[in-house]
Structures are given as structure tokens and as C-alpha cells.
């Protein structure tokens, strides 16, 4: 499975943004779809995920009711829609896929294929 995100940007605070994951390769495998994030200096941390079949939704609190992902089976694409963006959204964003089942959405090694990153920039 091949992962390319896409649209990343620099945005004011307050405004939105709309990230695109798309795949390609041994799509019919895909179990889940996930989000994650790497600011400077810091790990890289789970946004939000989305089941591939099922479309049920995970978010981490910290983008809970901004946020909201969403995923088009049909064009093997994924959807991050990012509002009320805030400078401390400012990283790099993860597109992750996984082919196997797994309970947790979460952690980082729930994903086997990982995207190239977009940067997010959100100025005050």
C-alpha cells in the first residue's frame, strides 16, 4: 500500500483546512485509515482514525468537535477536515494505513504504511 497526502498549507488561526490521503496499491487489505501528527521536538501523536469498512471514527481530545475524518471508498481516499485551526495544530501531518484488524486505532504501531507528511502551519 502506497500513501500520498496532500493539502497541507499555511492557514490563520481560526481557519480550515482539508487534508487528502490517497492509496494505492493492495487497497482491497485496508482495515483502517489513520491520522497522526509530529510538531518540533515532539513524538508524534494519533489525531484521529477511521475503519475502512465499518466508517466508525476515533479522535484524540485534543481535536474533538474541530476536527472530522471521513473516507470514499470508492476513489481509496481519505479525508482530514480541519477547522477552528489553532498555532498549536502547527506539525506535520501523517496519513497511516494498516492491513490487519486491530482493536486499538491509537498507537503507532497499529499502522504498517505510513504517507510522506504534509506540513501544517497555523499562524496566530
Known amino acids: 500500500v502506497q500513501l500520498v497526502e496532500s493539502g497541507g498549507g499555511l492557514v490563520q488561526a481560526g481557519g480550515s483546512l482539508r487534508l487528502s490521503c490517497v492509496a494505492s496499491?493492495?487497497?482491497?487489505?485496508?482495515?483502517?485509515m489513520g491520522w497522526f501528527r509530529q510538531a518540533p521536538g515532539k513524538e508524534r501523536e494519533f489525531v484521529s482514525a477511521?475503519?475502512?469498512?465499518?466508517?466508525?471514527?476515533v479522535f484524540a481530545d485534543s481535536v474533538k468537535g474541530r476536527f472530522t475524518i471521513a473516507r470514499d471508498n470508492a476513489k481509496n481516499t481519505g479525508f482530514l477536515q480541519m477547522n477552528s485551526l489553532k498555532p498549536e495544530d502547527t506539525a506535520v501531518y501523517y496519513c497511516?494505513?494498516?492491513?490487519?484488524?486491530?482493536?486499538?486505532?491509537?498507537?503507532?504501531?497499529?499502522?504498517?504504511?505510513w504517507g510522506q507528511g504534509t506540513q501544517v502551519t497555523v499562524s496566530s
Open positions: 496499491g493492495s487497497i482491497f487489505s485496508i482495515n483502517a
Open positions: 497511516a494505513a494498516r492491513t490487519y484488524y486491530s482493536r486499538s486505532y491509537v498507537g503507532i504501531n497499529d499502522y504498517n504504511y
Open positions: 477511521v475503519n475502512w469498512s465499518g466508517g466508525s471514527t
